[in-house]
Nanobody, 115 residues
């Protein structure tokens, strides 16, 4: 089992920045993906960004150039720096951990961008 604890959501104005953090604990494999999905009301959950312990990174198309994912493997923690935020970035952001077919999700943190 893996437990995920997220922090850093909140309310900011358009053009502002936020930083999300997610710490994993439990049965952590050395090779894993951690990252973020988001879900806005009435929409499907979509990939925001994910990063492998081997530094492979994938971004969702709508956040490229504005969001940056990073991780501290020693702390099993992943970070999402979100800049130039837009109202359409408003969603619940879910941290995830994935290894060898096991997927775990955080409880979600609300990010709200006001126009």
């Amino acid at each position: 089992q893996v437990q995920l604890v997220e922090s850093g959501g909140g309310l900011v104005q358009a053009g502002g920045s936020l930083r999300l953090s997610c710490a994993a604990s439990g049965s952590i494999f050395s090779g894993n993906f951690m990252g973020w999905y988001r879900q806005a009301p009435g929409k499907q959950r979509e990939l925001v960004a994910r990063m492998h312990t081997g530094n492979i990174i994938n971004y969702g198309g709508s956040v490229k150039g504005r969001f940056t994912i990073s991780r501290d493997n020693a702390k099993n923690t992943v970070y999402l720096q979100m800049n130039s935020l837009k109202p359409e970035d408003t969603a619940v952001y879910y941290c995830f951990y994935s290894d060898y077919g096991h997927d775990y999700w955080g409880q979600g943190t609300q990010v709200t961008i006001s126009s």
